[in-house]
T-cell receptor, first 111, second 114 residues
Framework: GIQVEQSPPDLILQEGANSTLRCNFS?????LQWFHQNPWGQLINLFY???GTKQNGRLSATTVATERYSLLYISSSQTTDSGVYFC?????????????FGKGTKLSVKP | GAVVSQHPSRVICKSGTSVKIECRSL??????MFWYRQFPKQSLMLMAT?????????EQGVEKDKFLINHASLTLSTLTVTSAHPEDSSFYIC??????????FGSGTRLTVV
C-alpha cells in the first residue's frame, strides 16, 4: 500500500519562529489533507490540498503531486500551534478511499 | 461546512461490559464512515469502513465480533466495543468524506476499560 512519511518527527520552536513540515508519499493520490491534533485529541482540518498552494492566515500548504510531496508552512508560530501535525492521503484508485496517515510531526512552541 | 458529531467524548467502563460510540453527520449525508483507533503517541490506524445499508469492512487483525459497526442511516454510524478488556482502552475516532471538503473527523472518544 501507499506509504506516507512525515519529517521531522519532532520540532521545538521559539515563539515567533517559522517552520516547514514535510510529507512524502509513495504513490499517486487524489486527496491530501493536513490536520492538527490538539492536546484533547481533536483533529482539526487545516487544508484539503491534493495539489497546488493554499493559505489560511499564518499557515500555508503546497502539494506537488507530480513529485509526491506536500509542505506545511507555519509562520510566526504561537504556543497554541503546539500539538501533532498529520498528513493524510487517499490513494488514487484505492478501493476503499480511506485516509492513510503519516506518523505525524510533534511541534512544541516555547514562549 | 461538514460536521461530524461524536459521542461520548470520554467513557470509563468495567471489563466485560459493552460500550457504544455514535457518530452523526450533522449537515450532510455520510454514505461512508471510517473508524480509526489511535494509541498514545501513535498515528491513526483504520479499523473498519461502514457503508450505509451494508455490512462493514474490517481491516486485517480487527475482530468484527468484538467491534460491531452499524450504519443504519445516512447520518448515523455506531461502533460498539463488546466485552471490553483493558487492552481495548484507546482513542476511537470516526471520519466521513464529503465532496469538496475532504474528510471530516468527529471529536473522538477516549475509552478506558478498568
Amino acid at each position: 500500500g501507499i506509504q506516507v512519511e512525515q519529517s521531522p518527527p519532532d520540532l521545538i520552536l521559539q515563539e515567533g519562529a517559522n517552520s516547514t513540515l514535510r510529507c512524502n508519499f509513495s504513490d499517486s493520490v487524489n486527496n491530501l489533507q493536513w490536520f492538527h491534533q490538539n492536546p484533547w485529541g481533536q483533529l482539526i482540518n487545516l487544508f484539503y490540498i491534493p495539489s497546488g498552494t493554499k493559505q489560511n492566515g499564518r499557515l500555508s500548504a503546497t502539494t506537488v503531486a507530480t513529485e509526491r510531496y506536500s509542505l506545511l508552512y507555519i509562520s510566526s508560530s504561537q504556543t497554541t500551534d503546539s500539538g501533532v501535525y498529520f498528513c493524510a492521503v487517499v490513494n488514487y484508485g484505492g478501493s476503499q478511499g480511506n485516509l492513510i496517515f503519516g506518523k505525524g510531526t510533534k511541534l512544541s512552541v516555547k514562549p | 461546512g461538514a460536521v461530524v458529531s461524536q459521542h461520548p467524548s470520554r467513557v470509563i467502563c468495567k471489563s466485560g461490559t459493552s460500550v457504544k460510540i455514535e457518530c452523526r453527520s450533522l449537515d450532510f449525508q455520510a454514505t461512508t464512515m471510517f473508524w480509526y483507533r489511535q494509541f498514545p503517541k501513535q498515528s491513526l490506524m483504520l479499523m473498519a469502513t461502514s457503508n450505509e445499508g451494508s455490512k462493514a469492512t474490517y481491516e486485517q487483525g480487527v475482530e468484527k465480533d468484538k467491534f460491531l459497526i452499524n450504519h443504519a442511516s445516512l447520518t448515523l454510524s455506531t461502533l460498539t466495543v463488546t466485552s471490553a478488556h483493558p487492552e481495548d482502552s484507546s482513542f476511537y475516532i470516526c471520519s466521513a468524506p464529503r465532496v469538496g471538503y475532504g474528510y471530516t473527523f468527529g471529536s473522538g472518544t477516549r475509552l478506558t476499560v478498568v
